[in-house]
């Protein structure tokens, strides 16, 4: 078992990490060019994303943590682990693209790319526990959210 707690905790640094820094990004416009884009009625208040995005930063820590667990030696752990991997950068890619570089259709590309490896991601996992994938969908759902957001601010601006 202290195996796997080590895992999982250093598993959920990385992701908060890279949600971390890829909050510098979002900062940079969240206050300035996002505020005057048109929205979508459904758009929440800005201060609901910090905390879904760090529980949800947090649930991919732990199954990917779980996945590790199971040891990289495993052709299906690194199969798992390599689509997580991608689907993280894509993650951070999305913020610098959309908030850094402003440019909605450019992050509209990217969170599709995105949920397509999310649900690679969540298939890998689930070859090597269920749970694992299961911890999953909860960020899946929150990213299909954030892709009709997306694809709303692009079409309305």
Not at 54 to 64: D, I, Q, R
Not at 82 to 110: D, K, M
Request: proline share 4%; hydrophobic share 55%.
């Amino acid at each position: 078992m202290g195996k796997k707690i080590k895992y999982i905790s250093i598993a959920v640094g990385v992701c908060v990490l890279v949600g971390f820094l890829s909050s510098f990004a979002t900062q940079s416009s969240v206050n300035t060019w996002y505020v005057d884009l048109n929205k979508p009625s459904f758009n929440p208040p800005n201060s609901v994303f910090a905390p879904v995005w760090t529980v949800l930063y947090v649930l991919m820590g732990v199954a990917a943590g779980i996945i590790w667990s199971k040891g990289f030696h495993h052709l299906w752990v690194k199969t798992a682990l390599y689509h997580f991997g991608f689907q993280l950068l894509f993650n951070a890619l999305w913020s610098i693209v959309f908030f850094g570089f402003r440019n909605p259709f450019a992050g509209l590309l990217i969170i599709l790319v995105l949920l397509v490896l999310i649900l690679l991601t969540i298939k890998w996992f689930k070859v090597v526990s269920t749970t694992a994938a299961y911890l999953l969908i909860p960020y899946l759902l929150w990213v299909c959210f954030a892709t009709a957001l997306n694809y709303k601010i692009w079409e309305l601006n």
